[in-house]
Structures are given as structure tokens and as C-alpha cells.
């Protein structure tokens, strides 16, 4: 942290003093905090004072004491600097105003090292119980961070292992999870190659595994197939949605299954309009009451990267359009929404190649964007998880199809800024492709949870993680959407508040030496030049605020030609509507007509034979009006004949 007052030693004895580690400190100072804060606290300070714990572990001493050793021999070789840094940084988290009150009773910054006997109260504590995490530090040795009987994490930005019990569900990856009234559920995923059908529970207040006993329904007894790389969203309070999957037996479109949590029973959810092809490893996200499907790999081996809406209160298919440079085909990809507005998928992979590629969405206008990432250069890696909470968003795990990435990251979606919250080591299950993540909270505060997940063995392992950055982080004040932060009036922005932040550091710097020293001469010389420094940025705050009006004036331009651009947009929608509609008509009436124009084909073919058989009718009474002529010259004919006429003389030249 930039505050942890690194620069300024008297400000960590000074937070030292206020927690109840020096010799102005009475009896009950810290009695604000809780007894595992406290342990820590006390075994930072003395870790950054006097160095790693020699002492030999009391054997005979009180619980108190017995708890004090464990938390300062549990820090190992831990650097001083560090200590302090952390020290100061978890006061600061616990009490932000800690500074200004223990100012008015420290008069001299050195203070005296041994720790007040007494904690926050004279009753016994018992010992807690430690998980040692690797961490980023190559020279350090590991160091153990507490937690509590029901897996408190006292230590921001660390991943701890909490103590669960009851039946822990068959290693697993390619799963889903989510939360729902403080239990997280998981079901399906992969093992050894057999794909699961369990649906297992984690009670996130006791840290206890269940199995969730299915029931049929009589209604719609459906048995759910066992699958993997399907998504579980919470619908309605008291259902879980399951889409999509790999399955041995797998359907040509996506299924859609809901578990009631009430009824313990699975049915199938029928949905109208052209459901997408099968597939699994895509990205489900909840848009208000819509579910929007991007990309995954079909049943072929295929990847995808079409999008789709699934309407929940309709429960309605809809194909999107996009327009721009929509984001190759992948799966195993993370997606999140930012502002109820922008789709953000990161990463994802292929047969052979994984991704570190940021998209952006506007789900207003369906255009795809490709913003410049800020901070980190993230490496590629597919099967990775996230959640959101507030502007960030945590990725962890995931893979190159060569080794497990190690780095917890956080993205600021205004800024679209990276930055590395973690770093672990070894062959762990938080470098494992196909872990899950879901958010959820404990005593008021944030924790991330991850499971399962493959790095070469599958594992069912629980890692959680208290984030500094809050839920209730706020968006910046700039009205920038995500993929255009990068914009002159974001700068604007940032320059402003840069400015307003030198200004209280230089009034903060200038109230410090002036208490520091008695000499009047020094002060009157430290005001002039703070009083310089103040108007020159003051001068700069100015020349910021000018240039971000204008911004502002050019932002209500873009604003209302976008308006304007939106109207005629929606008119031409409308007019397409209508050409569709007409189209629709006319391709209605085309098809009457191919009916009419076959049956016609299929009577003059049968013209074309009654034809034929006139013509041979014809030409055979023809012959036979021949013959009857001839017949009738040779005998003088029929009434010749009644009349006993002699047949005519024969011709010399007839004999």
C-alpha cells in the first residue's frame, strides 16, 4: 500500500504504540480488535522489530502466551520490511483513522518493544489453527496464515485453506459451482475421464461437505446425465440452472436442467425459439434476466464463437448479430459484465493455442471491441475462473497445456487495468485448469472460494480469499464506458484527482515537518515553498479542469449524435421489421405457388400421354378408313352386293 508509511518509521512505531505494543499504551488499547487481529499484530511487530522467533516454546505458561509464541514462531523467517509492511497494513484495514488518534499521545517515536501482558480481554483463547501457503517470496520460507474454527481469514490478499468437514466430494475439474444462501454447491465435472453427476454442498458458515440426496419427480422424473464444462447460474432464490456440458450421450442443441433446492428434484426447462448447438466450455453470464452463451466446443471438436440470449422469463432463444471483430473461436475462456452493459471475455484456448486477448461487448450497440490491456502482460492461459466484485475482477488458476498459471490477478474493468494480487508456488490446486470460483461472504466481508481443479492430479482441495479491494468499491466518476477508458476525458480524470492527491500529500508533508522541528526560521522557509508548490498545482488542477469541461462539452456531443444515431437505427430496425415481415409473406406465397406449378407440371404430364394415345387412336382409325375404302371399290360396295350386282369384268391385264 502507498499509505503503509514505509518512508516514515515513526508512523509504524506510532501504529505500534496504538495497537498496545509500547510503553504508552494502557491496559485495554486494543481491545477494538479481536483476539486473532491482536496475535497477529503483536507477532509482526515483534517479527520487525527483534527478528524471527528464537525463543523456545513456553511449556508451562498460559494459554495467552502459548498463543503468542505460535503466532510469532508461525511467521518463519519472514523479512523485517515486510512485517512492517503488513503490520501497518492490517491496522490500517481494521481502523483507517488509527493515525490521527494515536498522534496525540505519541511524544517520542521510540517506543519500547515489549508487548503489553494483557490482550483484548483476560479470557482464555485457544490456539488457531495454521495452513502454510507458499508465497511469492523465492527466499522466504513459507509462512502460516491463521484461521479460525469456521476458516476467518485475518490476513487480506492471502489464500488459506479452511478446516472443512464431513465427506469431501470426489476430486474433480470441469465443474460448476455457485452460491446460494451461503452454501456452495458443485456439481458435475470430470474424473479420471468419467464425467459426474453428484451435486455436493459446502455450508460456507461451518465449513461442512454434504451430498445433496436427489429426488424424482413424479411430474418430470428426469435423470440428470452426467456431465462436464457446463455452467450453474442461481435463478429465482431456490433453483440452480445447469447449461450446456459435455456428455457421453449429448443432444444436438443445449439443455437446459433446473435443480429446486426445496423439492431436492431436477426437470427439464423447455425454451423456445432455436436453442444453440451442443457444447461445452463456454461462458454463461447473468445479464438481468437474460443468459448470455459465448463460444465453447461443439460435439465435433469444434470450437465456437457465436453468441447467444436465453431470455429467463420467456424462456426464449435468440441468435446475436455482432458487428466488429468478434473474438476467435475458444473455450475455457472467462467472461464477465461490467455496468449491466459490457460482456468482457478474456483468454480461453484451442486444440493447441491459449489466449491472453481482452474483448469487450457493448450489449447496447452488439459491437465488439479490442481494448489496449493496462498494467500486467498477463500469459496465456485457458480454464481459468473469475468473479467480479464491485469494479474487479479476480481471474484464478488456468494453463498453457503446459504448466498451471500461479498468479491470482485482478482487472479494474473502468481502467482495464491488471495488476497481480497472489502469486503461489509448486504444483498447487490454485495453478490447476478447470478449478471453480464463486463469491460469497463471512462477517460482513468478501471471500473468494475456489475448488477442485487439474494440474496433473484432480483435486477437491477448498482455497479462500479475503480481497482488499471491496465490494463496495465504487465505478470511477468518469462516465467513460470500459473499452474507450483510455479516452481524453478518462485522463482528464485521472490527471484532476492526481493533482487534488499531491496537494493533500504536500499539505500532509508540511504539517509533519513543521512538528517535527521547533525552529521558527525552517518553518517560515518549508510554508514558502509549500505555498509555491500549492500554487503551481493549483495552476495545473486549473488547466486539468479546462481541459476536462472540454471533454465534457465533446462527451454531450458524441452523446446526443449517438442519440440521434440510436433514433435512426431504431427506425431502420423498425423498417427492416417490416421487410422481414413482407419478405415472410412473399416467401409464403412463393411456396403456394411451387405447390401449384408441381401439380400443374404433374396434369400436363398426363396430357402428354392422353396426347400420345389420341394420335395412335387416330392414325389407327385413319388405317382402318382405309381399308374400308378399298374393300368397298373392289366389291362395289355393300349395297352392290345386297343388290346382286355381278362384280365388275376383269381387265386383259389383269389375268
Same mark, same amino acid.
Given at each position: 500500500?502507498?499509505?503503509?508509511?514505509?518512508?516514515?518509521?515513526?508512523?509504524?512505531?506510532?501504529?505500534?504504540?496504538?495497537?498496545?505494543?509500547?510503553?504508552?499504551?494502557?491496559?485495554?488499547?486494543?481491545?477494538?480488535?479481536?483476539?486473532?487481529? @491482536?496475535?497477529?499484530?503483536?507477532?509482526?511487530?515483534?517479527?520487525?522489530?527483534?527478528?524471527?522467533?528464537?525463543?523456545?516454546?513456553?511449556?508451562?505458561?498460559?494459554?495467552?502466551?502459548?498463543?503468542?509464541?505460535?503466532?510469532?514462531?508461525?511467521?518463519? *523467517?519472514?523479512?523485517?520490511?515486510?512485517?512492517?509492511?503488513?503490520?501497518?497494513?492490517?491496522? !490500517?484495514?481494521?481502523?483507517?483513522?488509527?493515525?490521527?488518534? @494515536?498522534?496525540?499521545?505519541?511524544?517520542?517515536?521510540?517506543?519500547?518493544?515489549?508487548?503489553?501482558?494483557?490482550?483484548?480481554?483476560?479470557?482464555?483463547?485457544?490456539?488457531?489453527?495454521?495452513?502454510?501457503?507458499?508465497? $511469492?517470496?523465492?527466499?522466504?520460507?513459507?509462512? /502460516?496464515?491463521?484461521?479460525?474454527?469456521?476458516?476467518?481469514?485475518?490476513?487480506?490478499?492471502?489464500?488459506? @485453506?479452511?478446516?472443512?468437514?464431513?465427506?469431501?466430494?470426489?476430486?474433480?475439474?470441469?465443474?460448476?459451482?455457485?452460491?446460494?444462501?451461503?452454501?456452495?454447491?458443485?456439481?458435475?465435472?470430470?474424473?479420471?475421464?468419467?464425467?459426474? *453427476?453428484?451435486?455436493?454442498?459446502?455450508?460456507?458458515?461451518?465449513?461442512?461437505?454434504?451430498?445433496?440426496?436427489?429426488?424424482?419427480?413424479?411430474?418430470?422424473?428426469?435423470?440428470?446425465?452426467?456431465?462436464?464444462?457446463?455452467?450453474?447460474?442461481?435463478?429465482?432464490?431456490?433453483?440452480?440452472?445447469?447449461?450446456?456440458?459435455?456428455?457421453?450421450?449429448?443432444? $444436438?442443441?443445449?439443455?437446459?436442467?433446473?435443480?429446486?433446492?426445496?423439492?431436492?428434484?431436477?426437470?427439464?426447462?423447455?425454451?423456445?425459439?432455436?436453442?444453440?448447438?451442443?457444447?461445452?466450455?463456454?461462458?454463461?453470464?447473468?445479464?438481468?434476466?437474460?443468459?448470455?452463451?459465448?463460444?465453447?466446443?461443439?460435439?465435433?471438436?469444434?470450437?465456437?464463437?457465436?453468441?447467444? +440470449?436465453?431470455?429467463?422469463?420467456?424462456?426464449?432463444?435468440?441468435? +446475436?448479430?455482432?458487428?466488429?471483430?468478434?473474438?476467435?473461436?475458444?473455450? /475455457?475462456?472467462?467472461?464477465?459484465?461490467?455496468?449491466?452493459?459490457?460482456?468482457?471475455?478474456?483468454?480461453?484456448?484451442?486444440?493447441?493455442?491459449?489466449?491472453?486477448?481482452?474483448?469487450?461487448?457493448?450489449?447496447?450497440?452488439?459491437?465488439?471491441?479490442?481494448?489496449?490491456?493496462?498494467? !500486467?502482460?498477463?500469459?496465456?492461459?485457458?480454464?481459468?475462473?473469475?468473479?467480479?466484485?464491485?469494479?474487479?475482477?479476480?481471474?484464478?488458476?488456468?494453463?498453457?497445456?503446459?504448466?498451471?498459471?500461479?498468479?491470482?490477478?485482478?482487472? *479494474?474493468?473502468?481502467?482495464?487495468?491488471?495488476?497481480?494480487?497472489?502469486?503461489?508456488?509448486?504444483?498447487?490446486?490454485?495453478?490447476?485448469?478447470?478449478?471453480?470460483?464463486?463469491?460469497? #461472504?463471512?462477517?460482513?466481508?468478501? +471471500?473468494?472460494?475456489?475448488?477442485?481443479?487439474?494440474?496433473?492430479?484432480?483435486?477437491?482441495?477448498?482455497?479462500?480469499?479475503?480481497? #482488499?479491494?471491496?465490494?463496495?468499491?465504487?465505478?470511477?466518476?468518469?462516465?467513460?464506458?470500459?473499452?474507450?477508458?483510455?479516452?481524453?476525458?478518462?485522463?482528464?480524470?485521472?490527471?484532476?484527482?492526481?493533482?487534488?492527491?499531491?496537494?493533500?500529500?504536500?499539505? /500532509?508533508?508540511?504539517?509533519?515537518?513543521?512538528?517535527?522541528? *521547533?525552529?521558527?526560521?525552517?518553518?517560515?522557509?518549508?510554508?514558502?515553498?509549500?505555498?509555491?508548490?500549492?500554487?503551481?498545482?493549483?495552476?495545473?488542477?486549473?488547466?486539468?479542469? #479546462?481541459?476536462?469541461?472540454?471533454?465534457?462539452?465533446?462527451?454531450?456531443?458524441?452523446?446526443?449524435?449517438?442519440?440521434?444515431?440510436?433514433?435512426?437505427?431504431?427506425?431502420?430496425?423498425?423498417?427492416?421489421?417490416?421487410?422481414?415481415?413482407?419478405?415472410? @409473406?412473399?416467401?409464403?406465397?412463393?411456396?403456394?405457388?411451387?405447390?401449384?406449378?408441381? $401439380?400443374?407440371?404433374?396434369?400436363?404430364?398426363?396430357?402428354?400421354?392422353?396426347?400420345?394415345?389420341?394420335?395412335?387412336?387416330?392414325?389407327?382409325?385413319?388405317?382402318?378408313?382405309?381399308?374400308?375404302?378399298?374393300?368397298?371399290?373392289?366389291?362395289?360396295?355393300?349395297?352392290?352386293?345386297?343388290?346382286?350386282?355381278?362384280?365388275?369384268?376383269?381387265?386383259?391385264? /389383269?389375268?
Amino acid at each position: 500500500m502507498a499509505r503503509s508509511g514505509l518512508a516514515y518509521p515513526d508512523r509504524f512505531f506510532a501504529a505500534a504504540t496504538y495497537a498496545g505494543f509500547g510503553t504508552h499504551s494502557s491496559s485495554n488499547s486494543n481491545s477494538k480488535f479481536s483476539n486473532d487481529v @491482536a496475535l497477529l499484530l503483536y507477532a509482526l511487530y515483534h517479527q520487525a522489530t527483534a527478528g524471527p522467533c528464537t525463543v523456545p516454546k513456553p511449556r508451562g505458561w498460559s494459554p495467552v502466551e502459548q498463543s503468542k509464541w505460535t503466532s510469532w514462531h508461525g511467521l518463519g *523467517n519472514m523479512a523485517s520490511i515486510e512485517a512492517m509492511r503488513l503490520f501497518v497494513k492490517i491496522l !490500517e484495514e481494521e481502523d483507517p483513522g488509527w493515525y490521527s488518534r @494515536a498522534s496525540n499521545f505519541i511524544s517520542d517515536p521510540v517506543v519500547d518493544v515489549e508487548m503489553n501482558v494483557e490482550l483484548a480481554t483476560k479470557n482464555e483463547i485457544t490456539l488457531p489453527e495454521t495452513k502454510t501457503i507458499p508465497t $511469492e517470496n523465492g527466499n522466504s520460507v513459507n509462512k /502460516d496464515v491463521m484461521v479460525d474454527a469456521v476458516g476467518s481469514v485475518t490476513v487480506y490478499d492471502q489464500w488459506v @485453506a479452511p478446516l472443512v468437514s464431513g465427506p469431501k466430494p470426489r476430486p474433480r475439474y470441469e465443474h460448476a459451482a455457485a452460491v446460494v444462501d451461503d452454501k456452495m454447491y458443485v456439481f458435475g465435472g470430470n474424473h479420471n475421464g468419467r464425467y459426474l *453427476n453428484d451435486l455436493q454442498t459446502l455450508d460456507l458458515r461451518n465449513w461442512t461437505w454434504s451430498k445433496v440426496e436427489v429426488k424424482a419427480s413424479s411430474e418430470d422424473p428426469v435423470r440428470v446425465t452426467p456431465c462436464a464444462g457446463h455452467s450453474l447460474i442461481p435463478w429465482e432464490g431456490n433453483k440452480l440452472i445447469s447449461i450446456a456440458g459435455h456428455s457421453k450421450d449429448a443432444s $444436438e442443441v443445449v439443455n437446459v436442467k433446473a435443480f429446486d433446492l426445496q423439492t431436492n428434484t431436477w426437470s427439464t426447462m423447455k425454451t423456445n425459439g432455436k436453442p444453440p448447438v451442443s457444447r461445452g466450455g463456454q461462458s454463461v453470464t447473468p445479464v438481468g434476466s437474460n443468459l448470455v452463451i459465448f463460444g465453447g466446443q461443439d460435439g465435433n471438436r469444434t470450437f465456437l464463437n457465436d453468441l447467444h +440470449i436465453l431470455d429467463l422469463e420467456t424462456m426464449t432463444w435468440d441468435e +446475436i448479430d455482432t458487428i466488429g471483430v468478434s473474438p476467435s473461436p475458444r473455450s /475455457d475462456h472467462a467472461a464477465a459484465v461490467h455496468a449491466e452493459r459490457f460482456l468482457l471475455i478474456f483468454g480461453g484456448g484451442t486444440h493447441a493455442t491459449c489466449f491472453n486477448d481482452l474483448h469487450v461487448l457493448d450489449l447496447k450497440t452488439m459491437e465488439w471491441s479490442r481494448p489496449i490491456q493496462q498494467g !500486467e502482460i498477463l500469459s496465456p492461459r485457458a480454464g481459468h475462473a473469475g468473479v467480479t466484485v464491485g469494479e474487479s475482477w479476480f481471474i484464478v488458476g488456468g494453463g498453457d497445456n503446459k504448466s498451471g498459471v500461479s498468479e491470482t490477478v485482478v482487472l *479494474n474493468m473502468s481502467t482495464l487495468s491488471w495488476s497481480v494480487v497472489k502469486t503461489v508456488q509448486g504444483r498447487v490446486p490454485l495453478a490447476s485448469e478447470g478449478l471453480s470460483l464463486v463469491l460469497s #461472504s463471512y462477517n460482513g466481508e468478501d +471471500i473468494l472460494v475456489s475448488f477442485g481443479g487439474y494440474n496433473g492430479k484432480y483435486n477437491n482441495d477448498v482455497n479462500l480469499l479475503k480481497p #482488499s479491494h471491496k465490494s463496495t468499491l465504487q465505478a470511477t466518476k468518469s462516465a467513460t464506458p470500459a473499452h474507450d477508458s483510455g479516452s481524453g476525458a478518462q485522463n482528464a480524470t485521472n490527471g484532476t484527482r492526481d493533482a487534488d492527491v499531491e496537494f493533500d500529500l504536500g499539505q /500532509d508533508a508540511k504539517v509533519r515537518e513543521i512538528s517535527m522541528d *521547533n525552529n521558527e526560521p525552517q518553518i517560515i522557509e518549508i510554508n514558502e515553498v509549500s505555498e509555491r508548490s500549492i500554487a503551481v498545482l493549483k495552476a495545473e488542477k486549473e488547466e486539468l479542469e #479546462s481541459a476536462l469541461n472540454n471533454e465534457k462539452l465533446q462527451s454531450l456531443q458524441l452523446k446526443q449524435e449517438l442519440k440521434e444515431a440510436e433514433s435512426k437505427n431504431a427506425d431502420l430496425y423498425k423498417e427492416l421489421q417490416s421487410v422481414r415481415g413482407q419478405l415472410a @409473406a412473399e416467401q409464403s406465397r412463393c411456396f403456394k405457388l411451387e405447390v401449384d406449378v408441381a $401439380e400443374l407440371r404433374q396434369k400436363l404430364q398426363a396430357m402428354d400421354t392422353l396426347q400420345k394415345e389420341v394420335e395412335i387412336l387416330q392414325r389407327q382409325k385413319a388405317a382402318s378408313e382405309e381399308a374400308f375404302a378399298k374393300q368397298k371399290q373392289s366389291s362395289g360396295g355393300v349395297w352392290g352386293w345386297l343388290a346382286g350386282s355381278p362384280p365388275p369384268a376383269q381387265k386383259p391385264n /389383269d389375268v
